[in-house]
């Protein structure tokens, strides 16, 4: 079977509606299909600095969520990024091979930085994205689901697997973005040409996976919609209304044209009513399993301590071969 890897960040105490719709779901849909590892990033979440408390718990409701949502702990390796130490010792050796300029080049460090100031961004932000492709690279992975803001990271991924086949001889997968076009970018509700983000949307922009359902709806109400009542997909002129409709059905399974045609005459406030409801149906269930989840802590690190002696495995065979291939000498 192919393999599908992905990771999400601990950096919030929730998912949100576009970590959800861009990424998460897709977890669940390819452990059927693929040999899936995911995994929460909880060294990439350092590079935030948290509080450690705030790290712990946050590693545990992330967990508890992806479990929630769907993913199968028979199924998928699900576990710590931090439990499999290999993927620390591969990122270096990959930053040994990455050109500065080249690192300089992502959009999202850029921008990262520039919203916290140049010299508060840490070195560890700037590296992300190596650590990314040692995480990617180190499960041979050949299916990556994402958002479309981490395509750029994954063609440095791509670029690195191949730099070091050459280099040094065949030794990893190059890996495929795996971006459904439908749902690769789900927008701020206030903003909605921007997509909706854990560090830059507005509360009332965000939706998130664990919210109290009456909170929810009102943030759909209250959602940016366009001059005009007519509830069509315009991307240039109709974004907010656009960005709704995608919503609504990537969760309904309902196709865009046949909404349009539902919801013709009727206004936006009665299409914000189903969207709304379309969201709480979805999460809902996902919140009351959250929260059992986290009811036994014990178990929830059980569950990840399996997925790592799993994960580890597939990761010290990728490590041997790169020590072995860049000449470090065996070790005990
Ligand atoms: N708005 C979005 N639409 C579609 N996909 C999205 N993703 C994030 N936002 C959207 C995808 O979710 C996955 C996990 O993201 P992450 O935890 O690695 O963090 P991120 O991409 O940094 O998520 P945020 O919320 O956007 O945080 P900030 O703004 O702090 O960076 C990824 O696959 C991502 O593409």
């Given at each position: 079977r192919p393999r599908v890897l992905s990771g999400i960040q601990p950096t919030a105490d929730s998912f949100h509606l576009g970590n959800y719709l861009g990424a998460v779901r897709q977890y669940v849909a390819l452990q059927e299909t693929h040999e899936a590892f995911y995994f929460i990033a909880d060294l990439h979440a350092l590079t935030v600095t948290p509080k450690p408390e705030e790290l712990r718990r946050r590693?545990?409701?992330?967990?508890?969520?992806?479990?929630?949502?769907?993913?199968?702990?028979e199924r998928s390796a699900v576990f710590a990024q931090s439990h499999v130490r290999e993927h620390s010792e591969l990122a270096w050796i990959l930053i040994c091979q990455t050109g500065m300029g080249e690192a300089g080049r992502m959009t999202q460090f850029k921008d990262k930085s520039a919203r916290y100031g140049e010299s508060a961004a840490s070195v560890g932000l700037f590296t992300y994205p190596i650590l990314q492709a040692a995480d990617i690279l180190i499960y041979q992975a050949d299916q990556v689901p994402v958002?479309?803001?981490?395509?750029?990271?994954?063609e440095l991924s791509r670029d690195l697997a191949q730099r070091f086949n050459n280099r040094y001889g065949q030794t990893f997968k190059v890996p495929n973005p795996y971006i459904l076009k439908e749902v690769e970018k789900i927008g701020d509700l206030q903003d909605p040409t921007a997509k909706m983000s854990k560090s830059s949307?507005?509360?009332?922009?965000?939706?998130?996976?664990?919210?109290?359902?009456?909170?929810?709806?009102?943030?759909?109400?209250?959602?940016?919609?366009?001059?005009g009542s007519e509830v069509v997909a315009d991307e240039e002129n109709k974004p907010g209304v656009t960005n709704l409709l995608r919503i609504h059905s990537a969760l309904s399974g309902v196709p865009i044209p046949e909404l349009e045609a539902r919801f013709a005459g009727q206004g936006y406030g009665a299409f914000k009513k189903e969207v709304a409801e379309a969201v709480t149906e979805t999460f809902a269930p996902i919140r009351e399993r959250t929260e059992k989840l986290l009811a036994d802590e014990a178990e929830l690190d059980r569950l990840l301590a399996a997925g790592a002696d799993r994960a580890r495995r597939v990761a010290r065979q990728t490590m041997a071969r790169v020590r072995d291939r860049i000449g470090l000498l065996h070790g005990g």
């Open positions: 590693t545990r409701v992330a967990a508890a969520q992806l479990f929630a949502a769907g993913l199968d702990p958002g479309v803001d981490q395509k750029q990271h994954l949307s507005s509360p009332q922009g965000i939706i998130d996976v664990l919210e109290e359902p009456g909170a929810l709806r009102k943030k759909i109400m209250r959602a940016v919609t366009d001059t």
